[in-house]
Structures are given as structure tokens and as C-alpha cells.
């Protein structure tokens, strides 16, 4: 079996729409992508990164963590994840969720503000 690693956000979001706003690709993105300006999302620009391929996210918003488990290769990552979100002892109820195959993200980052929380909680390797 091949390995490979994961980076992975949680976050709490005011929305489903707020969130869904935030990760998906901006439309505008393609018809203007010669400007150094232009982010492929809003989740790509609070990662300072103009454009990943988003074939290689997934995201979701859901009521808490332990609906994440139907996710892409849950049953590997969910208990790490698990582990690390008790380790931080975040602040806020989780209700969405961002994972991308690394190096897509050259320097991952938390990124908190008025509108939402989203923590970058590092790698976790798969098998596929």
C-alpha cells in the first residue's frame, strides 16, 4: 500500500453558507487568473497560496467532530485528529473540517478573526 500525508484544519464557522463561501473555488478565479491578486478561494488566500488543486481537499461542515467519520479515509485519520484536538483544548465547538494532500499548502497556518476560527492541526499519514 502507498502512504501519504494529509494536512488538516478544523474550525467553527458562524454558517454552512459562511463556510462553503470561504473553501470553495472562486469563479472569477479562471477568468482572471494573469492577476497576482486573485485567490482560487478565500481558504487559499488566508493560507497565502494564489492557487492549489482542489481535486486534492475535501471539506465539510457538520455538527460536531464525530460526523467527520464518513469522510475519505476516516478510520485512519479520525483518531489522531481526535488525539490532537484534545491535546490543543480549543476554545470553540468544531463544525467544519479541511484536509488537503500536503505540500499543496506550501506553509499551513491558523487563522483566526471576527468571522470565524480555523487551526491547522498538522499531517497525519494514510495508507490508500
Same mark, same amino acid.
Given at each position: 500500500m502507498?502512504r =501519504? ?15 462553503f ?6 469563479e +472569477? ?8 491578486d486573485?485567490y ?6 488566508? =493560507? ?22 464518513e ?6 485519520w479520525?483518531?489522531?485528529?481526535? +488525539?490532537?484536538? +484534545? ?5 470553540f465547538?468544531? +463544525? ?13 497556518k491558523?487563522?483566526?478573526?471576527d ?6 492541526l498538522?499531517g ?5
Amino acid at each position: 500500500m502507498d502512504r =501519504q500525508i494529509l494536512d488538516f484544519w478544523v474550525g467553527n464557522f458562524r454558517t454552512e453558507e459562511d463556510f462553503f463561501q470561504f473553501v470553495e473555488e472562486d469563479e +472569477n478565479y479562471y477568468i482572471e487568473e494573469e492577476s497576482d491578486d486573485t485567490y482560487i478561494s478565500k481558504f487559499a488566500e488566508s =493560507q497565502d497560496t494564489l492557487w492549489f488543486d482542489q481535486d486534492l481537499m475535501e471539506y465539510g461542515f457538520e455538527q460536531s467532530v464525530q460526523h467527520f467519520s464518513e469522510y475519505s479515509f476516516a478510520e485512519q485519520w479520525l483518531p489522531v485528529l481526535y +488525539n490532537r484536538i +484534545n491535546e490543543m483544548n480549543l476554545k470553540f465547538d468544531i +463544525n467544519s473540517l479541511v484536509f488537503v494532500s500536503q505540500g499543496q499548502i506550501p506553509q499551513p497556518k491558523s487563522v483566526e478573526n471576527d468571522e470565524f476560527s480555523l487551526v491547522y492541526l498538522g499531517g497525519i499519514e494514510f495508507e490508500y
